[in-house]
């Protein structure tokens, strides 16, 4: 077949390549993407992630670093999208480890970007993150606020956001960045969830906390809001999957390379979170003070305006009870997580 029917082909039929597909937001986003009658394969090295949470489409286990590994899978799928999660994500170990964060965050991208190239594949949705802007200088924070990582792991998710536009101009990759606020929920039909270890997110250790797991620390008490605790943006990660969806369309549309923030928009304090998790969990959750964080700021919220208005997202979740109750199910239905350990 001569290569641009081929390339036309694939652009049409072609699978959808989901790295870090068995971690927690990517597994919930193949699921999405299989409802749609998407092909999906995700390339995964199960360092954070589990056998457990790929059922929709084939797992690869092997190292987005492994340029031959990633383009065979693109040939053999016939991949015409990318959807990188794959990534070390968690902002204490990047600022002990920077080598290991910019090497994997930084140098797996431009592996897995490299694989694209070769194989002319030019469509590429990146998980980014709030932490990309640093300490805000205004909330909520819209996509034109200053960029200024104040940590190794926000600075290599804005590294792979500054390549991405050079990789338009010099090979045509045309991208869409998702800088995401806190991740937050489980799948409603209760097939997925989150389970990081360690865990680092608020709603997950509040319920373990509920259950009589380790006592919460609450990091700062004394924070210029309402109850002294931190505010943040939570958003349900089936919302963050519709993001995903629509990023593709916009790319399937001939959209231009872009990024947009990605929240509720409503901020929730620490206090909040804890206190949804007693009313859904109908448990005290104990929790201890502890001193703030450096580099924690006082208040973080996003405005989706941009990502509302260009491509119709409108988040599903608001309530942030209901977010909490599909963190609890999961639980509770999973005490140990994902059991795939044994065949690791
Ligand atoms: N969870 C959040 O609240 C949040 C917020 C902002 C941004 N993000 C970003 O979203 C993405 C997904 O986050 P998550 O919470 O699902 O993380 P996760 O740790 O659950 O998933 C990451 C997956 O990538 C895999 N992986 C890591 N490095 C790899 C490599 N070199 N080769 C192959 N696979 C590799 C892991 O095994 C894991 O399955 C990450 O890029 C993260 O930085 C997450």
Not at 55 to 83: K, P, Y
Not at 252 to 281: C, H, W
Request: hydrophobic share 40%; with cysteine.
């Amino acid at each position: 077949m001569p290569v641009a029917q081929s390339m036309n082909r694939r652009a049409k039929v072609g699978a959808v390549l989901v790295t870090g597909g068995a971690g927690y937001i990517g597994s919930h986003v193949a699921k999405a993407l299989a409802a749609t009658g998407r092909r999906v394969v995700v390339i995964d090295n199960l360092s954070t992630g589990h056998r457990g949470a790929v059922r929709w489409g084939e797992l690869v286990v092997a190292d987005i670093h492994d340029v031959a590994r990633v383009r065979e899978t693109i040939r053999r799928h016939e991949v015409s999208a990318v959807m990188h999660f794959a990534a070390s994500s968690l902002v204490g170990e990047s600022v002990r480890d920077p080598i290991g964060y910019y090497a994997n965050n930084v140098g797996g991208a431009l592996a897995l970007l490299e694989a694209m190239v070769e194989e002319s594949v030019s469509r590429f949705v990146f998980s980014s993150t709030a932490a990309v802007f640093g300490d805000p200088v205004e909330t909520p924070i819209t996509e034109s606020h200053p960029t200024r990582p104040i940590n190794p792991y926000g600075d290599t998710k804005l590294t792979v956001e500054r390549a991405l536009a050079h990789f338009d101009r010099a090979y045509g990759t045309r991208s869409v960045a998702l800088r995401y606020f806190n991740a937050a929920g489980a799948d409603a039909d209760g097939d997925l969830g989150e389970d990081h270890r360690p865990e680092s997110h608020l709603i997950p250790r509040a319920v373990e906390a509920a259950l009589g797991g380790p006592v919460l620390q609450v990091f700062g008490h004394d924070y210029p809001t309402p109850d002294g605790t931190c505010l943040r943006d939570y958003v349900h990660v089936s919302d963050l999957a519709r993001a995903h969806l629509l990023a593709l369309e916009r790319l399937d549309d001939q959209g231009a390379t872009t990024a947009y923030n990605l929240g509720m928009g409503k901020p929730f304090s620490v206090q909040d979170v804890i206190s949804s998790v007693e009313r859904v969990s109908g448990t005290r959750v104990p929790a201890d003070r502890a001193p703030r964080r450096p580099g924690d700021p006082a208040v973080l919220f996003a405005s989706s305006e941009r990502i509302r208005t260009e491509l119709g997202w409108r988040p599903a979740f608001v309530d942030i009870d209901a977010i909490v109750e599909s963190a609890w199910a999961w639980r509770r239905a999973h005490p140990h997580g994902y059991q795939e350990e044994a065949v690791r």
